[in-house]
């Protein structure tokens, strides 16, 4: 059982005065408010946790701590709840099947999450999903603050820092380190505040139900479907141009992904990406060619090279081998659209700077405002006829929210009707 409890801060917030040495430098929120809470990890824990969340009021404060780089997937090893009349719950999912106990009892309250789409496909996989949510991350962006990471907002807007030295830590690790525990505590526990003040900034622009429509479509997207052939992912893939090697590559990844789930480690941590791609490129044919070959390493590079030599001998022998490229349906790089079709080109040069010039008088990034995907697209491959409403409706297909579109589809159309005269490409060093 993880139990590590510090005494409870004598100051209401936890600030460090000792942090604010000039009167420029912020002071430090380095204690939660009552101290740091045991970490809950058995069944009379947890519902304990259920019904104290369940009794609380307002909405709940919800983060994630997940082990990237040290075990395989992405779960969660830490989950921090806090909400009012409630307190900081720090809750080990690893005894558990799930968290459904917590989902109920914080059924229809709203959750609080600092860069969502990060935390909700591990909360999900825990059985948990909010009924209502804010994103203070987003909410950030959309407010037109210059820094969105959540020691930044809580500079620009609480007047204080938040340490965030623990952020790439394993958090697979048994028990966690008291140090640990209070950032994890802290993470929730101004997320209320930090919200007030964010609803504060977007009601003032008149961008709150903006806001509001965006927190719903992340909470309703359906899961991303897995990507087709994973393994193309592999870093450095691009320099491998012979479809046998490519064929390597394959096996060498799905093997390493095997023996990573296996092992419950990153795969990463077996051998690099890069090692995989050096092997491939080799093609060795002996295990003391394939340890001879220049970037082959990793922790299991050695320990484990009969297994990639066989998947290499496997790539060799195979009659299925991989195109060098997958077919899309997507655009080619806008680079070379004078070329291949000069109107799209002259489409996308008028629409993209009038576009941005929406997303600056909105104050806030232009990605926000429309997925720059989307207007490629749109360039590329327009309306036959180019109106209002066909121009609405396309980006409405492509996934452009009612507020993404009411504010730019009526310059895209425009743009697209009337777009400004191709200028020519300038030469390299001009």
């Not at 040290?70 to 806090?82: D, E, K, P, T």
């Not at 080990?92 to 709203?110: C, K, R």
């Not at 909105?362 to 207007?375: F, G, K, R, V």
Request: proline content about 10%; overall charge negative.
């Amino acid at each position: 059982m993880i139990q590590q409890q510090s005494e409870p801060d004598s100051s209401a917030a936890g600030v460090s005065a000792s942090a604010a040495g000039t009167s420029t430098e912020l002071p430090l929120l380095e204690s939660p408010r009552e101290g740091v809470p045991f970490v809950i990890d058995t069944p009379a824990g947890l519902e304990r946790a259920a019904k104290a969340l369940a009794s609380g009021t307002g909405p709940a404060a919800v983060d994630a701590e997940r082990a990237s780089g040290f075990r395989y997937g992405q779960r969660a090893f830490l989950v921090q709840i806090r909400r009012e009349d409630a307190g900081t719950w720090l809750i080990d999912p690893e005894p558990y099947t799930d968290l459904s106990i917590i989902n109920d009892a914080l059924s229809g309250v709203e959750w609080i999450l600092h860069a969502a789409t990060q935390d909700l496909p591990c909360l999900s996989a825990l059985g948990m999903w909010p009924d209502k949510l804010f994103d203070t991350e987003l909410a950030a962006r959309l407010a037109g603050l210059p820094r969105v990471g959540l020691a930044a907002v809580i500079e620009s807007l609480l007047g204080f820092t938040l340490a965030k030295e623990h952020s790439a830590a394993d958090w697979s690790q048994r028990p966690l380190p008291e140090p640990w525990l209070r950032y994890a505590a802290l993470d929730v526990e101004v997320l209320v505040e930090l919200r007030g003040h964010l609803i504060e900034i977007l009601e003032g622009n008149g961008k709150l139900a903006i806001a509001q429509e965006e927190f719903e479509f992340i909470r309703t997207s359906p899961p991303m479907p897995p990507k087709m052939d994973p393994w193309r992912r592999t870093s450095g893939v691009h320099q491998v141009r012979d479809r046998r090697q490519l064929a390597a590559v394959r096996e060498l990844w799905t093997e390493r992904e095997l023996l990573a789930e296996k092992r419950d480690v990153a795969p990463g941590r077996l051998i690099p990406d890069a090692a995989i791609v050096a092997a491939a490129r080799a093609m060795p044919q002996t295990v003391p060619q394939l340890l001879g070959v220049n970037g082959f390493h990793g922790r299991a590079a050695q320990r484990e090279a009969p297994r990639w030599l066989r998947c290499i001998t496997a790539a060799r022998m195979s009659r299925d081998l991989p195109e060098l490229q997958l077919p899309t349906n997507a655009p080619p790089p806008p680079r070379v659209w004078p070329e291949k079709d000069p109107a799209a080109a002259a489409r996308l040069q008028t629409a993209k700077p009038r576009v941005a010039a929406v997303a600056e008088k909105l104050d806030m990034p232009i990605e926000n405002l429309l997925t720059p995907d989307y207007l490629r697209r749109l360039s590329w491959r327009p309306p036959a006829r180019i109106d209002l409403d066909t121009v609405s409706a396309a980006l409405a297909e492509l996934g452009a929210r009612r507020w993404q579109i009411e504010h730019v589809a009526a310059v895209i159309t425009v743009a697209f009707l009337d777009p400004d005269p191709l200028q020519p490409k300038q030469p390299k060093g001009q």
